[in-house]
């Protein structure tokens, strides 16, 4: 009896780990219902280790695009500050800024009393014609900047006679007319001073002709208003 | 006879019992390969009270026989899952026809008397 005793027990154990075995197996069958199978399990892993994979490539492309977008944006700075120096540059041509430079001054006053006699001379008007030439002389001599009586000659500034006032940029200008122009002051001087050159010329009719070199003059920028209203740019 | 038995499904429920308050799941990766060696271990058991009754019981034989009929089981699970082909249906269908066996035998130990 001692031997079946023994054997029942060996056999009671091991029916325990049956049933033990039974039971986990239970559980484990009943809750893969309840969870994801194992496939699909594998196929979201799959799935998620690509995702990972786009994410990690995506992280990639951004710091791409931000260092470029960095770059973009630096050298957009820069752009803009070329810009910016191209259009001081082309105010600066335009005659739309204040320059200061060495330079002359010519002096231009009537005599008053045409027909009256000044000494050798009778009086005299300084007409537009005048102006022009004087205007033209200091351009030919290399001229920078020039402006009559404060007013900026421009490439569109007129000089034209009105009565007894000479208009320049559609304001009255009277005499004495004070011309200011940058340059070379010699040369300006000398080629308004010609034998047989302008000064002698107006000298000659009566005006009153000065022409002084300058070390700094100043000449003021065009203030009025800017008008395109027929002329376009063309296609290139 | 009746003792061996009732010990038998004593033990079996003892066992259950403790498997449902285990806190441990197996992974479901396992789940094929413990229903085979269950079911090797279920027809061990039988087998051995089988034997108990037919008095020529041997401990030895009996625990070797239990294990390596569960290893073999899930081994052949296992090899046949590498292979592609449905192995462990052999220890199913094995083991419970065997199972069958042991039982009408033991049916028979216990009407006998």
Same mark, same amino acid.
């Given at each position: ?236 | ?32 390969? $413990?229903?085979? @060696? *269950?079911?090797? #271990? ?8 089988? &034997?108990?009754?037919?008095? +020529? ?29 449905? $192995?462990?249906? @052999? *220890?199913?269908? #094995? ?8 039982? &009408?035998?033991?049916?028979? +130990?216990?009407?006998?008397?």
């Amino acid at each position: 009896m001692a031997l079946n005793r023994i054997t029942y027990f060996y056999i009671t154990i091991f029916a325990v780990v049956v049933g033990l075995m039974l039971a986990l197996q239970f559980r484990t069958a009943s809750s893969r219902d309840l969870s994801v199978p194992l496939d699909r399990a594998q196929e979201l892993t799959i799935e998620k280790k690509q995702l990972e994979k786009d994410v990690n490539q995506l992280q990639e492309e951004a710091t791409d695009l931000e260092s470029k977008l960095e770059e973009a944006v630096k050298s957009h700075a820069g752009a803009a500050g070329a810009l910016e120096s191209e259009l001081y540059k082309i105010k600066l041509y335009a005659g739309l800024l204040p320059v200061v430079g060495p330079g002359v001054e010519v002096g231009l006053d009537s005599t008053p009393g045409a027909g009256m006699r000044y000494g050798d001379h009778e009086g005299y008007i300084i007409k537009d014609e005048d102006l022009l030439k004087v205007l033209n002389d200091l351009r030919g001599a290399g001229s920078e900047a020039i402006a009559v009586n404060g007013q900026r000659i421009l490439a569109t500034s007129e000089v034209r006679l009105a009565g007894n006032h000479i208009n320049v940029n559609l304001t009255r200008l009277s005499s004495p007319y004070k011309i200011i122009a940058i340059g070379n002051p010699g040369t300006l001087k000398s080629s308004l001073e010609l034998k047989g050159g302008l000064v002698e010329y107006l000298s000659e009719q009566g005006a009153l002709v000065s022409v002084e070199t300058k070390e700094q003059i100043r000449v003021p920028a065009y203030d009025g208003p800017l008008r395109l209203e027929y002329a376009r740019p063309a296609q290139k | 006879m009746w003792l061996g038995l009732w010990l038998t499904v004593i033990g079996i429920t003892a066992g259950v019992l403790i498997g449902l308050n285990m806190p441990v799941v197996l992974p479901h990766a396992y789940a094929k390969y $413990l229903s085979v @060696a *269950a079911l090797a #271990a279920l027809d061990s058991v039988f087998g051995g009270l089988r &034997a108990a009754m037919e008095e +020529h019981f041997d401990n030895t034989i009996f625990i070797t026989g239990f294990f390596s009929n569960a290893l073999l089981a899930a081994g052949l699970a296992f090899i046949g899952e590498r292979l592609g082909i449905d $192995l462990y249906l @052999a *220890a199913v269908v #094995a083991f419970g026809v065997r199972l069958f066996q042991n039982l &009408a035998i033991i049916r028979r +130990h216990l009407l006998k008397k």
